[in-house]
């Protein structure tokens, strides 16, 4: 298996600010990771694919130019949320694969905007 | 394309009742199945998994049994507690490569002492 540790597990920021949130993979190399959003009490939708060294996979509907993801190196992916809104509010969640029958996901970011 | 249809909650049962959450898949060929769960304010946690048909997944008391004739794969627990108060998710995983996670839309569980 993998542990995948997301930071910070918790934000809250002003609107109109950027905050990026980290997804590590402790023990393994990961090409890829999966960045989930959860809005309260609904379910988890994938945003995007994030593969390591080059440009990630955005779900339809996703803005690419808000939600900036980089994944520079096999251990860390990293979601930027631009200028934030309050609608952005939600719980992300990053999950890593590799060669095993199931996803590791991390504990999650819960973004608050004000 | 592929998808996961879950009962809608919440499901509100006493403790030590019998719990059986529904869940069907469509997919094409053949997706590895899960059962993950959330605690309030959490992440999620695998609960059971299985990865070909007719294959019982288990754990913590809980069951699901991959059926493809069905598409289903149900989730079961014999008796409940206060303790598995929480959101259950069904999903599956295409098993193309790269492990993208399709979930359902969640069954909020509330057991009652």
């Known amino acids: 298996g993998a542990v995948v540790s997301q930071h910070p597990s918790r934000v809250i920021c002003k609107s109109g600010t950027s905050v990026k949130i980290e997804c590590r993979s402790l023990?393994?190399?990961?090409?890829?990771m999966f960045w989930y959003r959860q809005f309260p009490k609904q379910s988890l939708m994938l945003m995007a694919t994030?593969?390591?060294?080059?440009?990630?996979?955005?779900e339809q509907g996703v803005e690419k130019d808000k939600f900036l993801i980089n994944h520079a190196s096999l251990t860390l992916s990293t979601l930027t949320v631009t200028s934030a809104h309050p609608e952005d509010s939600s719980f992300y969640i990053c999950s890593v694969s590799g060669d095993w029958t199931e996803a590791f996901f991390g504990q999650g970011t819960r973004l608050t905007v004000v | 394309g592929d998808s996961v249809t879950q009962m809608e909650g919440p499901v509100t049962l006493s403790e030590e009742a019998f719990l059986t959450i529904n869940c069907t898949y469509t997919?094409?060929?053949?997706?590895?199945l899960f059962w993950y769960v959330q605690y309030p304010g959490e992440g999620l946690q695998l609960l059971l998994k299985a990865t070909k048909a007719d294959d019982k997944g288990s754990n913590k008391g809980f069951e699901a049994t991959y059926r493809k004739e069905t598409t289903s794969f149900h989730l079961e627990k014999g008796s409940v507690q206060v303790s598995d108060s929480a959101v259950y998710f069904c999903?599956?995983?295409?098993?193309?490569?790269?492990?993208?996670?399709?979930f359902g839309a969640g069954t909020r569980l509330f057991v009652k002492a």
């Open positions: 994030s593969n390591e060294g080059s440009k990630a996979t955005y």
């Open positions: 997919a094409t060929g053949y997706p590895s």
């Open positions: 999903a599956l995983s295409p098993n193309t490569g790269g492990f993208k996670t399709i």
């Open positions: 023990d393994f190399q990961a090409t890829t």
